[in-house]
């Protein structure tokens, strides 16, 4: 999936899959199709790490999963369990050095790590292992993971016991994969801001922060990691430990706006029916006088269809999206911002010519590809443009692990929904409202956290949640 | 765009940009954006001549456009005109030599050519050349279309006549682009089999097989090239010239029901609406009691809304799509063909259990990927799955650019609907009547070809089409 | 080896290995080896095109062997018999579709040729082929040679009889090897310019351009390929057949100079010897007084010896060679020329510092590098450089393959060697007197061709040799 | 420089350049000029840190130089001082993460580190940082020795202190460069086992592990960095401190048979006229009746020409190395050893046919090769072959970094000088004497290392010097 420049972006997908040693399976191939299902949650670098009794075999790079894996390296990565990553990566880290998983050696063997989310006290917790002489090869938070289940490893009976240890001393999002000589761990923060299924595979246990992903294997999807719990599959065995942590449930709303695959079942919800309802309340909450519904593909699809439903308006396509954009060597740096939409899309005249349209997006960052949208439409014979977001306006900082960009660069941030309409060119703007966004997931049973749209975090926030960012990065520039 | 490994292709997309020397335009940059919004025309190969005062310089090459090119490449091309061509091989032809445009020089100076369509006549015009003492590097028929223009050359005052001369010896179907050291010639065989459309981008004209790639480079679009018609490009002067030929027009019903885009506008009619209207034929023709329909993504989507549309039922999404696949390395060859839908494909389960759906494709080939697709829909819970076809059944050859499988592949040849739908695990199944297919195009001023449907055939065919395959192939294995 | 960029190259090797069909060799490995052992002959393309009852194969890109072929491709390639050529190109030939072997299909069924050596009436041929409507894929003079075999082969009775015509028709230096579904013919120019050797490996006929190259396969060499003589190869037999040209034999004299590996034995004569004896005829001719020998290597190494053991003086290695040395992509046009020397030698100080030198190298063409040279050679301290050349003066053009540079870039053409002695900065510079190496070549039954550096030339030349260049060349840009 | 499969590799070059803030200096290309001369030293991984005000950039791969970097990458690395490595890796560590220089942050800032040497005590030193929650990513020394930094770092109040600290600890063989953000040192281990020069350019220091590297940027050499010294250089300013350790020197004496380019001066000695010496030594003590000397090239030659000034005997070719030789694909495991010996060195017949040869090499190891050289010699006609090695025989294992076989794979064990000869099918067979070898450096004011000939080691081992391997290897498959 191609998302307009304009979007979010949030973290990181993971997979592992745990059999029993000399089971007959082939876990690289199987975390390969996992991710494979998983590639929309990252695009910029990808990983496996394979257990085969006990040795740890990691590859990983910058690109594509169909970029770094072919079937000869999948093949020559045999082994009884695995796990494997998906990143997508924030401004400066794109270095491959943060590509995970992570393998290192340590006292007790070795350890491999996935992790999708962002820790709020990262910096803190890099100081003091640095303060007894750590040393760093990267600037990723699942380093610090490492080292701290590492050091609690010394004092715990079990790499079980030291990971329930680490998720005392590490605050914020985190689904985490932990792969022992011979346990895999799964983990999920006490909030639950972050997806992570249970699935499995004949007798072989799957996680995965989408349940299509157990799909794609040809998995039966068994429940969600609950927040605060710990996972431990040991030979065949599954068991379910505390963690201890107590705290309110708030799983990131912006999953079910964007991020996750409308075919997965997400805190027992589907994603495409939240997407659903999320545009038959713009329907209600900001209906317009209009001819016709349109989408901007291929985010925007669920939200676009339930408006139609509701408001009674047929549901044309409007934007045809070029299949075949991938990383694009055109940079839009070089002043070709233009160029970049007209690649990816392009207007059905036919279908807009003369008409009043409502055109459903998933979200409004910046405005500027939803203005050239505008106005491509615009040129394309539409009559009068009303946008319409299933997000609620960005006006607040994510420390959990979405992207949002500088408030400065957000468009929601000091102006009106009439002042963005005159921005954007269009005719009209409405957000959802983030209270209807909360009730919308709370009536299916998911108390969710809208804190970049609100301002309310559901936990309290370190004084400075960037200390980990104030030494000088060193920078790994990548072989390609 | 990937195709469902049961759907059919045909061959080819062109693109050509024509500036007077010394214009400030970047030939080789807009040449790739219009190939870029053909691409789904032809994955296998890619190319792009330039033409800098005389002096051609050409590079192809097996892969996609992003593989083929890059920016540093683009620049390196700099020039006044430029024509390409994306290419979809047929089985045992993908070697590079094979890949267009073909550049050559000869007694009156360079050329180049890019070609679309099959001719019916090449292997006696190709013998006709050996016999003189012609040298073959390839088994195109461009190389066939070329030397044949050069031996006109001889006997003509103008690379124009040449053409004229050389479309009164070629049979079939053909959208040719050929560029002189000073003029670009675009040419359509009499019975306009394939499509070319005429665009302006400034004072430059631009050639391109569909108007979507007149979009992309935000050209406007003017009109088609007319059948038997000739057009010459010179010094920024357009002039049509008739080739004398006369036909019946007879264009190929095939690109509307699947290969064009759906924002193409072809022969005056939205490839959109066309859809949609075939869609609604087979709700009329074929209809059914059912609860929903779903397209299969994404070459049923608008037949689908046709469906919807004049049933009264719901149109919606039952199957997700994969983005990221792409030339996928695991090979279905490898027994994993079951893989390569799941890869793909994803039922959503939430939107289809207990329901009984209608399922629109655009075509039902040889039928294993269709019945993979029922075979899903039903595990994840469809009650009935009835399989509706745009394209009416496939039942003989092709001679004009689609790849239509041998006869004993076809699943339809030989078996009644009911027998499909045995064969295939449906409910029911329907395809579109050709007669149908034929009056809906007819019925917006389209007369089109329904051979491979209907055996019937627009023009004679010589007694011997293969005739130049007997040679022993040369085969070029390229560096990849 | 990597040549100092002031040296002179010639163009191409050639090798083939035939065998009877089913025969259980692999053709396309050992020609892959033979033309390993030839790389030294051209380091820009290479190819190999494989027979396989009747069927070709042909590989070939720009870039060494190593980077070209590889194990899994060579397995790719079964076959009966194959052919292949290392390319050195001149300046502007560099595309990729000048790479060879060509391989190509005309009425008779396929053909593969590989060629060295350059035709003096290229031009002419050329324009007769397209005044009949030939058309051309690449500037270089085999796809001249594989029309005019084509074009007699229609009036011949079988492929020999058509390529000895075709040798009553071309003039100039060629070294062929033409391989059609059951034959493989080699060929000599009627005054052996170049070298072509025969050998046998079991019961299997191997031609290649160099000795040393049927060592490498662990072959046995037979006897050289005669002027004028073509030889076939089929069904594991081999017949001699005569040209009916003749001409007096002139065999290139820098072929011994510089451009054969001294393992290889040419004209019946060992190379390395040949060089010996011109090192101590420069000894005798222009010896000097001094301290010590030290070779340019690798290309001086033998020459040195020769004059050493002729003068008595000792010969000690005076530079270093760096052995990683490969295209380096630090562009010497970008102002860092003496860059390009340092990486590639280094003094050796110790063995120099004070002395009187006898700087050996083979040739010195524009005296840009022998100036670097011997500068670095005086910054390490040697008291006195006397430079002697193994090769003449160059000052004439060569019409056979020789790349020697033009007239106004060649430092002997109006100098003396005072003269150049002053420009080098050496204390002295002496040249082999081409009437000495005539006679040591001649003594051992060798008449050579010394027309770069006499102005003689064995064959009469056509008035315009460079009329095939007067068209607009098309440029292919190779995918790198 | 392609060795002989049957030769020992020793690990690692460094080089290091270091110049005030701001001065108008590429270090990113004086080192990898520095380190190409040094490729010889390792050709498996290579890499470059450059240092920019305190940002450090890093890349590094499997590969060559050529390989690894080209001039955008190089220019993509500006910066004030730069550090790098080539690395020839031992059995089973030739993972990527193993490559150097490594680049790690810490409470203090970032630091760099390149390293060549082997320690004794990384198993202990390991544990002991494991111990205390210490994570590894590689299994190299060079990560240990940077814990170590680190850790002394937080009690020292400079980097130079912690360096000096970790010297009070590490122990082995070792020369390091190690790169903060506003110094770089460098350090040599208190016996001095590997070379490491000082050189300047222009106002900027350089460190080598070989003089000829200086030779290659344009630098001056200065001296070698003394054993237990360590060398501080900040802001252009350079500074010697004593580590106070004190052992007797012990420089490894094989780097003057071997590993070390002829053209470099090591502990104030010339490495070509050491290794003549070694060839006259052998001369003396073995000399045998016979025509003609001959080197195996390359690291024969400079013995040879030792021995036949010694003997009076004629020093000429016998065998020719093909300079194409990079890493072949053409594997040896596959049964074709034979077909790898063919492919790099061809017999001169012309020169050794009927000929009694006394065949220099540097050393005889496994035997294997030597075997098929002498067979190969044999076939071309000598009539005797009497093989010299300047290495006396291998029979123990080097614990300072040379790559020394398990003792059942080295001929010298268990055998007479006579029974290697009938191994080898050699007429007679001699190594140096140690003792001999000892006597030609120490004469020169060089006390050597000849443990892995002698048995003798100038330092006490700890009893498991192979602890570090103990653990479970984590294994990175590199992206190739």
Do not use: W
Request: aromatic share 8%.
């Amino acid at each position: 999936m191609i998302y307009p420049s304009d979007s979010l972006h949030e973290e990181c997908g993971i997979f592992g899959i745990a059999a029993p040693p000399g089971a007959n399976i082939d876990p690289a191939l199987d975390t390969f199709l996992g991710l494979f299902a998983l590639q929309h949650r990252g695009q910029e670098a990808c990983g496996i790490a394979v257990n085969n009794a006990g040795v740890i075999t990691c590859r990983k790079n910058n690109g594509l999963l169909m970029e770094v894996f072919n079937e000869k390296i999948l093949e020559s990565m045999p082994g009884d369990s695995a796990i494997g990553h998906v990143r997508y990566s924030t401004a400066g880290g794109g270095s491959v050095e943060n590509a995970q998983p992570i393998a290192v050696s340590h006292i007790k063997g070795n350890l491999a790590l996935a992790h999708n989310g962002n820790l709020v006290n990262a910096g803190e917790l890099r100081r003091e292992i640095e303060l007894k002489g750590g040393i760093f090869h990267s600037t990723s938070d699942s380093e610090i993971i490492a080292y701290t289940i590492v050091k609690e490893r010394l004092k715990s009976k079990s790499i079980e016991e030291a990971v329930q240890r680490t998720m005392h001393q590490i605050k914020g999002a985190y689904c985490l994969l932990a792969m022992s000589p011979r346990k895999m761990i799964a983990a999920r923060d006490p909030n639950g801001f972050r997806p992570l299924s249970i699935g499995m595979l004949g007798e072989n246990y799957i996680f995965a922060s989408e349940s299509c992903a157990i799909d794609a294997v040809g998995g039966k999807f068994l429940r969600d990691v609950e927040p605060g719990e710990i996972i431990i599959v040991e030979n065949g065995n599954f068991t379910s430990m505390d963690s201890g942590l107590r705290s309110e449930r708030s799983f990131c709303s912006f999953e079910f706006i964007y991020f996750a695959r409308p075919d997965s079942i997400i805190e027992g919800i589907s994603v495409e029916h939240a997407r659903r309802k999320m545009g038959a309340a713009l329907a209600r909450e900001s209906g317009v006088e209009a001819d016709i519904v349109c989408a901007v593909p291929d985010s925007g699809l669920s939200a676009a269809a339930g408006y139609a439903e509701a408001s009674g308006l047929p549901n044309v396509v409007g934007l045809i999206k070029n299949r075949y954009i991938g990383r694009t060597f055109i940079q839009p740096s070089q002043g070709q911002r233009e160029l970049e939409v007209r690649m990816k899309l392009n207007p059905m005249s036919e279908n807009i010519r003369g008409k009043r349209i409502v055109l459903i997006d998933d979200s409004v960052v910046r405005g500027t590809t939803s203005a050239r949208i505008v106005s491509a439409l615009r040129e394309a014979g539409a009559k009068e443009v009303h946008l319409r977001s299933s997000a609620p306006p960005f006006r607040f900082p994510c420390y959990f692990g979405t992207d949002v960009p500088d408030q400065e660069k957000l468009i929601a941030v000091g102006r009106s929904e009439a002042e963005i309409a005159t921005f954007l060119g269009a005719n009209s703007v409405a957000f959802l409202r983030h209270e209807t966004l909360y009730e919308i997931l709370a009536a299916d049973g998911c108390k969710s956290c809208t804190g970049c749209f609100s301002g309310d975090y559901p936990i309290e926030l370190p004084k400075e949640t960037d200390a980990h960012f104030a030494f000088k990065p060193i920078m790994y520039i990548n072989n390609h």
